[in-house]
């Protein structure tokens, strides 16, 4: 098994939504316990409102993006795909689609699979182009399975 995933996932999984969910959580919680008086532009509801809105927004947007990001090992005959806390066994002949957008020296990749499986169907990772390519010419087998995938 050789790791594909970017050691950056575990920052951008588990770090960002982590610090940015407790202060932005104690911060909106603030807004609405704190005295009126005591600090009147933070509390009025010209403020207040459009700034839950927003934490709400911006929580929606986190869950879906850099929340869904998964870390992906890959081998000769299968892969494992890890949130951090499960990890499942999968077969290469169950991706139906690959989608590789290129982010600088990281790619994010999503495998589309046939059906829905532990992690849904869809498994987003946040690849090293280093390690992904040597992987991919180490065993020339998987990049012809997967070649004809990528769209």
């Given at each position: 098994m050789q790791r594909v995933s970017s050691n950056s996932t575990v920052f951008f999984k588990l770090f960002i939504?982590?610090?940015?969910?407790?202060?932005?959580?104690?911060?909106?919680?603030?807004?609405?316990l704190i005295d009126g008086r005591s600090l009147p532009f933070l509390?009025?509801?010209?403020?207040?409102?459009?700034?839950?809105?927003?934490?709400?927004?911006?929580?929606?947007?986190?869950?879906?993006?850099v929340m869904q990001l998964k870390r992906v090992e890959m081998g000769p005959e299968h892969y494992y795909v890890s949130n951090y806390l499960k990890s499942f066994r999968l077969v290469y002949?169950?991706?139906?689609k690959i989608s590789i957008i290129p982010i600088g020296r990281l790619q994010l990749v999503t495998f589309i699979l046939k059906a829905k499986g532990s992690f849904g169907k869809k498994i987003t990772?946040?690849?090293s182009k280093q390690l992904y390519e040597l992987f991919m010419k180490a065993n020339p087998?998987?990049?012809?399975?997967?070649s004809p995938l990528i769209k």
């Open positions: 939504p982590t610090a940015w969910i407790v202060f932005f959580t104690t911060f909106t919680a603030a807004l609405f509390t009025s509801p010209v403020f207040k409102y459009p700034f839950l809105l927003g934490y709400i927004l911006f929580f929606i947007i986190l869950y879906y993006t002949e169950d991706i139906e990772f946040l690849a087998e998987v990049e012809t399975k997967l």
